[in-house]
């Protein structure tokens, strides 16, 4: 059959970009689809979004979902095939982390256990080269426990253990201290000493199989001091941080001590003092109870409030510390309205307000301001029952996507991504989606699960861990000219890329 007519479903610029678009009134959103449900769109229509698939196995089966989800990029790997690039998740009283040659499918180690269950875990990477020397440091905090450090060391197994070994071969201890601590699949030994693939005078080595994770015991005591936040941030060769279980935290920024001419920045000093480079910390009491989100853009950190937008700036022209506090933007649900649920593409920065979904801000053109735009406006009647105070956010660089997870209505977990496009400025729904945490590694899109211990690699195949997609897409209502008289249908037009063995089934609901 050839097709004689445009399709029915348009994707332009401006204003009459269509997208998902919803009314009151499904009869007057014009020349559009009144619901999309598991689509993309394309440069020719729309097809079905890709699913999900499972990522590893591990000992440690959580009974509530991953708070937390963080990849950490190292300097200075060594020759192992694994340590380059770390995995983490978080969920009920661990943190794990991800062997990709463990088991079939990769597998999951203990890195920290025993900790207060179920909160979140901020994350700021800290690697620093000095005389050629490159230091790996990754600091992380819940708001509860102790501000902790890991070397972000990892290696595998080359042959198996039976136990009680004085020596292990693994395959690279390039990224391991001289002595120390290990984690065998999750176990704790010790070691003395190292050649470049073994580790000796080691002692309580537990029985463990070839390609096992090996692990550097990170540091969680000797930071007790310190503020125990949970999100955190790298900038300006600082770490910023806010949150934590004291009401004193809701409002505060805290920020470590940056370098200078003479000395490497410090990390691991909060102490406030006067001086440009010191720590310090500011109360930010306007625009809501608590700071909800922090993002570097220029040489400002923007600080996110429920129902005000603030920037930070230090003045580098005194030695002394002479801070600024300036507003982009300040009213009812104008700010971020979900902990840490801001993410950066390119020039511009999305976050999540507590109201009206995913929002973005971005330079006026010929101008230094910051406007911020609400782009879920378009779709308000569909997520207007959208549970936004748990939301995750994320910038999928491969698809050019702003993805969002939310509940798709009060009282349960997320289970729905709205998903931007940002070079067609499409937004679609990713329904029956359970994320509650996002992260990028290796390129790829991963994220945790709300609703169980596990952790999924995102646009992967065509089935949501080999279960079936559901896509649909309903057009508005159509009268063909008069809606008064009978009317008729010469003929409906559909192409694509249909399975094998797949039946696909289209109903009109005609006079």
């Keep these: 059959m050839e097709r004689t007519q445009a399709p029915l479903f348009e994707i332009q610029n401006g204003s009459r970009n269509k997208g998902l678009i919803t009314a009151e009134d499904p009869t007057s959103i014009g020349n559009a689809f009144q619901s999309v449900q598991n689509v993309v769109i394309t440069r020719l229509g729309f097809g079905p979004r890709k699913g999900y ?21 190292l300097s200075n790997v060594g020759t192992s095939v694994i340590n380059n690039e770390v995995l983490l998740r978080s969920h009920t009283t661990w943190i794990e982390w991800f062997n990709p040659l463990g088991g079939t499918s990769g597998k999951w180690h203990t890195l920290v256990a025993g900790l207060t269950s179920n909160k979140i875990f901020g994350f700021a990477p800290f690697n620093t080269t000095q005389l050629s020397t490159a230091t790996n440091a990754l600091y992380f905090c819940n708001g509860v426990e102790n501000f902790s450090k890991w070397n972000g060391a990892t290696t595998v197994l080359n042959g198996a253990t039976v136990g009680a070994e004085t020596t292990i071969t693994v395959d690279d201890t390039t990224l391991f201290s001289a002595s120390g601590s290990l984690l065998i699949n999750g176990t704790t030994a010790t070691y003395t000493g190292k ?63 940056a370098g200078s001419a003479t000395a490497g920045p410090d990390p691991e000093d909060f102490t406030a003092a006067s001086l440009l480079i010191d720590p310090g910390l500011r109360d930010f009491p306007e625009g809501g109870p608590n700071i909800n ?72 053109d010929g101008s230094e301001l910051f406007r911020p735009l609400q782009l879920t406006e378009r779709i308000l009647p569909t997520i207007k029952d959208f549970d936004f105070s748990n939301a995750k956010i994320h910038y999928d660089q491969n698809n ?39 992260a990028t590694y290796k390129g790829e899109t991963y994220f945790g699960s709300s609703i169980n211990a596990k952790v999924y690699k995102l646009f992967d195949g065509f089935t949501d861990n080999n279960a079936n997609i559901n896509v649909s897409a309903t057009t508005e209502t159509y009268t063909f000219g008069d809606a008064g008289s009978e009317t008729s249908l010469d003929s409906f037009y559909l192409e694509g890329y249909i399975k094998n063995s797949r039946e696909l089934k289209v109903r009109f609901d005609f006079n």
Aim: some cysteine; hydrophobic content about 35%.
């Design 195 to 257: 050649t470049g693939t073994t580790f000796t005078g080691c002692a309580s080595v537990p029985a463990a199989s070839d390609n096992d994770g090996v692990a550097q015991l990170p540091d969680t005591t000797t930071f007790s001091t310190l503020p125990k936040m949970n999100y955190l941030l790298t900038a300006f060769s600082r770490i910023w941080g806010f949150g934590g279980s004291g009401t004193i935290h809701g409002n505060r920024l805290f920020y470590s001590q």
């Design 53 to 73: 698939s499972l990522v590893g196995a591990g000992d440690n089966t959580g009974t509530t979902g991953i708070n937390s989800l963080f990849s950490y990029k």
């Design 293 to 364: 989100a922090i993002i570097q853009a220029d040489d400002k950190i923007i600080v996110f409030k429920e129902d005000v937008i603030n920037t930070y700036t230090m003045d580098y022209t005194n030695a002394t510390k002479q801070d600024i506090v300036g507003t982009l933007a300040q009213g009812p649900d104008v700010g971020c309205g979900a902990r840490g649920a801001v993410t950066q593409a390119k020039d511009r920065f999305f976050f999540v307000s507590k109201k009206g979904g995913l929002k973005m801000m971005g330079r006026e």
């Design 400 to 438: 050019n996507f702003i993805i969002v997870a939310c509940a798709s209505e009060a009282g349960i977990s997320n289970d729905t991504i709205i998903n931007y496009d940002i070079r067609k400025d499409v937004i679609t729904l990713f329904k029956n989606v359970s994320a509650n945490s996002f």
